[in-house]
């Protein structure tokens, strides 16, 4: 986290000198946008442009006064981890109006803001882009009623206006995720959770009514998450006789020695005569049709209460000096645009366009046009939908296809939170799809051993919120026991194999494909899925328990900080797993505004350590009272966390004192996040999918066998920037460090500088990356289900 050598870090025209930038909360509050306003404050302060806060949303750009103060670096020091929004939010009806607007433009010009930061829903952003074509009408009333100078006119020419999207809801077109929809996911499968367990004591049903008047995009994906019996949205309400279908899912359920159920609804869920479907409804329909002790829940305001997840924070400080990017690149020209999410990609979008969309949803669902309204949702709710229907509702096995295969699933290398909803998802899909599936316990030194079982439907019922590997998982790599594991494959007739787990996995593959020379056995088709909670899988941005990784850090980190509250100054120095891999430290350390955050792959000496030394302790001179150094546990064989802790309290002593902490296995275990339960489901039903794709293909019908000995027949299937891509593990070989088990390229990388800035260090910055202004519908990729964002 050194001083690296002075560079510029924009183009000149992308200097902020002279600018002025307003950042305003509209709407509703979303958990993520306090991180969102802070990132526009640092960065726009960073580039040199005079930042304010507008407090009370555009209810406080109508008063004007006090509400609008402009914001310094400290005025935003612990606010990343606050829920809610710290400047306030509210309706205003006056904004609404001509005369109001007015008013608000006069207050603008005022304080020569001409850069417009708007974070809120679809209504806030319209109102925005409403107020930008105004502008220059409003600029010349307020000349004519002698409020401003004339050459306020040429001066303040045109308004410029950057929207992100804070909604829980997720409902706004043209963005993956919305700020504030991991995290009410978050409080959702915490109740879930805590309920599933008393609901099984007493074998009771739950209906859990979720937030959505008009999106059932929450009760969706908490659905999948938590392996929902039912769910009920307002995007596609159920057919006629839902009633008894539901009921026999119910009953069939508990006779199968399941002892609870779960519905899921969505406060905006409508039945095809658009009459809505209350919670108490369903109540009174299972305790008249089928008796069960049945509970109604409504989760109400504790969705967007709470502390943001680490997935809201890094993507609301993402799209924070993304939008202060937006803002200086923009010209008179540009239309309005908002920063949104595809896959794992920042990306501009023209406001409007996003806004009609959405617009155009609401409009196919009150003409009962259901399935365009889901199309219309965009590939991430579609996918959601199809991948629900399938893990959900099994089909009577007369109606299932016969195709005779067997597929081995098994994890591979350490535990990673939401490998067992990986399995689940590939166990019910092969069964869907005809095959009979087949788990390995304890990875290949279990298969040598012929730990291997036929695994059914019900038997992997609840494993979306367990943690570990249920199927037990080792570090032992397949070439030991090559022609033990050929023995078995051959004696259980494996046609395909599934592999779930980190950079082991990636290497039993490379060997499983050296071994088909000798073995024919291993000519068969075989996927990798990573999952590892150092995310240092070649050929993937993700990685299967990251995620859940990153929150256990973020929110040990603070706990950690508060610790120190009303206590003299202090820095804490973090140890953080991920071997050679410095993911978790680096994102972990911009969720949870860490100062530094050591690395091995951006090398540093004591020189940097000293100049980290000398920066905190700057800092604590004003009235910044606490630190944070997060360090990578391979980062310096030599730079230990003892030596950082001693330097740190040996250079800081007078200014501050310092505190170390080992984080190391908690971060592999709890529970599942939605994000990886939800990331598991889906790119593991991908991964079956392309399993019986490929056994289509490769089986021989004159010899009765599959053979597939090409390498696109041995694959890892990873996020790649928008979309999720099968790559043959021989072509991923040459993008591999094998000393260090890290991919050559990492893109989180670029996300180092974004920290630096964050935590106030002069460094470069990369902008050749930045989004480009695309339009809505080339936005999509074409990958039916590439967007794994949620």
Sequence with gaps: ???????????????????????????????????????????????????????????????????????????????????????????????????????????????GITNLCVIGGDGSLTGAN?????????????????????????????????????????????????????????????????????????????????????????????????????VLIPEMPPEDGWEEKMCQKLSANRAGMKRLNIIIVAEGAIDHSNKPITTDYIKNLVVKCLGFDTRVTILGHVQRGGTPSAFDRILASRMGVEAVLALLETTANTPACVVSLCGNQSVRLPLMECVQMTQEVQKAMDQKRFEEAVKLRGRSFENNLKTYKLLAHRKPETELPTSNFNVAVLNVGAPAAGMNAAVRSAVRVGISEGHKMFAVSDGFEGFCKGQIKEIKWADVGGWTGQGGSLLGTKRTLPAKHVDKIAEQMRMHNINALLVIGGFEAFLSLLELLTARGKYDEFCVPMVMVPATVSNNVPGSDLSIGADTALNAITTTCDRIKQSASGTKR??????????????????????????????????????????????????????????????????????????????????????????????????????????????????????????????????RQGAGRVFANTEDSCCLLGMRRRALVFQPVVQLKGETDFVHRIPKEQWWLKLRPLMKILAKYKTSYDVSDSGQLEHVVRNRPKESDASVAM
């Design 1 to 111: 986290m050194a001083q690296p050598d002075s560079k510029k870090i924009f183009f000149e025209n992308l200097s902020g000198a002279g600018k002025a930038i307003a950042v305003l909360t509209s709407g509703g509050d979303a958990q993520g946008m306090n991180a969102a306003v802070r990132a526009v404050v640092r960065m726009g302060l960073y580039v040199g442009a005079k930042v304010y806060f507008i407090h009370e949303g555009y209810q406080g750009m109508v008063d004007g006064g006090d509400n609008i103060r402009e914001a310094t670096w400290e005025s935003v020091s612990s606010m990343l981890q606050v829920g809610g929004t710290v400047i306030g939010s509210a309706r205003c009806k006056e904004f609404r109006t001509h005369e109001g607007r007015l008013k608000a433009a006069h207050n603008l010009v005022q304080r």
């Design 130 to 230: 409403l107020f930008r074509e105004e502008w220059s009408g409003l600029l010349t009333e307020l000349v004519e009623q002698g409020l401003i100078e004339e050459d306020a006119i040429q001066k303040y020419s045109a308004l410029h206006i950057v929207g992100m999207v804070g909604s829980i809801d997720n409902d706004f077109c043209g963005t993956d995720m919305t700020i504030g929809t991991d995290s009410a996911l978050h409080r959702i499968i915490e109740v879930v959770d805590a309920i599933m367990t008393t609901a099984q004591s007493h074998q009771r049903t739950f209906v859990l009514e979720v937030m959505g008047r008009h999106c059932g995009y929450l009760a969706l994906v908490s659905a999948l998450a938590c392996g929902a019996d039912w």
């Design 570 to 699: 202090r820095v804490f120095i973090i140890e953080t797993m991920g071997g050679y891999c410095g993911y978790l430290a680096s994102v972990g350390g911009l969720a949870a505004g860490a100062d530094a955050a050591y690395i091995f792959e951006e090398p540093f000496d004591i020189r940097d350590l000293q100049a980290n030394v000398e920066h905190l302790t700057e800092k604590m001179k004003t009235s910044i009272q606490r630190g944070l150094v997060l360090r990578n546990e391979n980062c310096n064989d030599n730079y230990t966390t003892d030596f950082i802790y001693q330097l740190y309290s040996e250079e800081g002593r007078g200014v501050f004192d310092s505190r170390k902490n080992v984080l190391g296995h908690m971060q592999q275990g709890g529970a599942p996040s939605p994000f990886d339960r939800n990331f598991g489901t889906k790119i593991s039903a991908k991964a079956m999918q392309w399993i019986t794709k490929k056994l289509t293909e490769t089986f």
